[in-house]
């Protein structure tokens, strides 16, 4: 699992590396300002001098190296041993797929920058496709979930999810049809709504699972009586 894992960063980490390169290449050597963030609308909101915005793209690369050695230690310190790699199917979801998500970023700002340097400034689509992608994830997430173990990483990790298996299946088998339902969401929103819309469309059903799950995983608690009244495991 942490292999698979490394591998596909070590990839993610070409491949950003490899549009930071081009982008360099290609803005013309006369373009003294770079954009280096856009807002929701797809405008650039924020500019940089060209040598100070090309040291800060290294950002998203850095980024993914950090995610990928954070990774990589937490099956050994999961006081859950054993459960990270049952769960392994959510793992890696959650690990590729966040570093799929900066590659796409990273691809996405190069072409933009290249673009903006040339006069055209709209990053409207390339906003609308990763707020898709994101969706995207939420679906494979949600998917992978019911097949999660009791562990303190990853999933819904509540009070009591982790001191009831009862709650935390339960939990895990409702999280995921709403992860999924709100993922599908996202992916509809990133393209019906505009600017900060789209954000609103995507946060609300996200905050509005996480809040149900968490409640639901308290009413199965209470009512498992095999509960533990701490986190310690038997």
């Given at each position: 699992?942490?292999?698979?894992?490394?591998?596909?960063?070590?990839a993610a980490f070409a491949v950003m590396a490899g549009a930071i390169w081009w982008l360099g290449q290609n803005v013309p050597a006369d373009v003294?300002?770079?954009?280096?963030?856009?807002?929701?609308?797809?405008?650039?909101?924020?500019?940089?001098?060209?040598?100070?915005?090309?040291?800060?793209?290294?950002?998203?690369?850095?980024?993914?190296?950090?995610m990928a050695a954070v990774m990589a230690i937490i099956p050994a310190i999961d006081p859950f041993r054993g459960n990270i790699e049952r769960s392994?199917?959510?793992?890696?979801?959650?690990?590729?797929?966040?570093?799929?998500?900066?590659?796409?970023?990273?691809?996405?700002?190069?072409?933009?920058?290249?673009?903006?340097?040339?006069?055209?400034?709209?990053?409207?689509?390339?906003?609308?496709?990763?707020?898709?992608?994101?969706?995207?994830?939420?679906?494979?997430?949600?998917?992978?979930?019911?097949?999660?173990?009791?562990?303190?990483?990853?999933?819904?990790?509540?009070?009591?999810?982790?001191?009831?298996?009862?709650?935390?299946?339960?939990?895990?088998?409702?999280?995921?049809?709403?992860?999924?339902?709100?993922?599908?969401?996202?992916?509809?929103?990133?393209?019906?709504?505009?600017?900060?819309?789209?954000?609103?469309?995507?946060?609300?059903?996200?905050?509005?699972?996480?809040?149900?799950?968490?409640?639901?995983?308290?009413?199965?608690?209470?009512?498992?009586?095999?509960?533990?009244?701490?986190?310690?495991?038997?």
């Open positions: 699992m942490i292999r698979t894992g490394l591998i596909f960063s070590a003294t300002q770079l954009p280096v963030h856009w807002g929701p609308d797809g405008r650039p909101d924020r500019f940089l001098p060209r040598a100070e915005a090309l040291q800060t793209f290294w950002i998203l690369p850095g980024v993914s190296l950090g392994a199917r959510a793992y890696l979801t959650a690990w590729i797929g966040a570093q799929a998500l900066l590659v796409f970023a990273a691809i996405g700002a190069a072409v933009l920058t290249v673009r903006a340097a040339g006069g055209d400034a709209d990053g409207n689509e390339f906003v609308r496709w990763i707020i898709a992608g994101t969706g995207l994830l939420f679906v494979f997430l949600g998917d992978a979930l019911p097949k999660t173990r009791p562990n303190f990483f990853v999933g819904v990790r509540t009070p009591w999810t982790l001191m009831s298996d009862l709650a935390w299946q339960k939990t895990h088998r409702l999280a995921g049809w709403l992860f999924v339902l709100a993922g599908l969401w996202t992916i509809a929103a990133a393209f019906l709504f505009d600017g900060i819309h789209i954000v609103f469309a995507m946060m609300g059903p996200i905050l509005l699972t996480v809040a149900v799950s968490a409640v639901h995983s308290w009413m199965v608690w209470r009512t498992d009586p095999d509960r533990r009244t701490s986190f310690r495991r038997e």
